[in-house]
């Protein structure tokens, strides 16, 4: 019984290992440009996307696996040191717990890049044949 009980235990082991959390990665983005991949996080970890603001204006966007004492926190970074009063960007980052909830956009301007194209297309193509 104690056997069969330790097989039991061992399987087990088996799948919580190879049970790791997948998320999308992007290391820094640019408005509404974030190009992801995915990875693996590490024990203890959860998918996390930051939103941020660089020097005051420009949105940055972050992706990724995060230590989950650090989720849900919003946190300067200064330059050149934490006593400095010039913050380079403020960043807060959410977490979540599912495989790749840290949602992955497309590349949001294709759409509207798509569309311009085509339109410049289209008015190009009544000018030839006018």
Known sequence: MNRIILQLFAIGFCFAIGQALQCYKCKIGLWDLCITSTTTCESGEQCYSGV?????????????????????QTKEVNFPSSSSNSTVYVMTKTCCGTDLCNAAPGLPGTSRLSLTLAAITALFVANVLV
């Open 52 to 72: 941020g603001t660089a020097v005051g204006f420009m949105d940055l966007k972050m992706k990724g696996c995060l230590a989950v004492a650090e989720c849900n």
